[in-house]
């Protein structure tokens, strides 16, 4: 059973457009995570959601919004995508607010055109 | 700006040889972790090393943390084609009260068969 999976795998879009990526774990833990890894690998924290609530925003533009309809999802949308907006995605949860040892999704590859 | 910065960006070794990989951090840290990256797949945590600990091992991997020189390695031994991947390393720091892992770049590692 995957414990942090991700849909879709891939996005490929349209400048402009409105697309949402969906994330869910089975893991019971509270602490939710979305990043974000560019062409060079390196990995930069958007935000975090703890049992619901919001707990990190980081610099993202406010075209990213994150929802958390439980403390088992966290999903993200993004409105009017631009070119920029190209990398992949990554889902990540951890037993607590501490820390100690992240779950990451297999990731969704966002291409847009 | 960003927390942890690994070296070698990339590292080429042969089946059976150990590989190094280095990782410097700017700030105080409560722990200092290990993820490993294969390619198009989700980060895998590896090993957990807190910052009153100045080694640990598991398995293959053995981790060291100098928090004088902020500064922490990952040796794997006796490598394996199946090593090859994208490590990275990862801090948590709270005394800002931020509570999300910080990640380097990675490095990039290739065991020849």
């Known amino acids: 059973d995957t414990a942090v999976s991700q849909t879709p795998k891939y996005l490929v879009t349209q400048m402009g457009n409105d697309k949402s990526i969906k994330c869910e774990q089975n893991?019971?833990?509270?602490?939710m995570y979305w990043y974000k890894q560019d062409s060079k690998k390196f990995l930069k924290i958007m935000f975090s959601?703890?049992?619901?609530?919001?707990?990190i925003n980081e610099t993202v533009p406010n075209r990213f919004s994150p929802k958390s309809p439980d403390k088992a999802h966290l999903n993200l949308h993004i409105n009017s995508l631009e070119l920029g907006d190209s990398a992949v995605y990554f889902c990540?949860?951890?037993?607590?607010?501490?820390?100690?040892?992240?779950?990451f999704g297999s990731g969704t590859r966002l291409t847009v055109v | 700006s960003q927390q942890g910065e690994e070296d070698p960006q990339a590292l080429s070794i042969q089946e059976g040889e150990n590989a190094t990989m280095n990782c410097s951090y700017k700030?105080?840290?409560?722990?200092l972790q290990w993820y490993r990256q294969n390619s198009g797949r989700g980060l895998v945590h590896l090993i957990l090393?807190?910052?009153?600990?100045r080694e640990k091992h598991s398995g293959r991997l053995r981790v060291t943390l100098d928090t004088s020189k902020k500064s922490s390695s990952l040796l794997i031994t006796a490598s394996r084609a199946a090593d090859t991947a994208s490590y990275f390393c990862?801090?948590?720091?709270?005394?800002?009260?931020?509570?999300?892992?910080?990640f380097g770049s990675g490095t990039r590692l290739q065991v020849q068969p």
């Open positions: 990540a949860s951890s037993q607590d607010r501490t820390g100690y040892g992240y779950t």
């Open positions: 959601y703890n049992n619901k609530e919001l707990i």
């Open positions: 700030t105080s840290i409560n722990n």
């Open positions: 893991l019971g833990h509270d602490t």
């Open positions: 990862a801090t948590a720091y709270m005394d800002t009260g931020r509570r999300a892992l910080t």
């Open positions: 090393i807190r910052s009153n600990e």
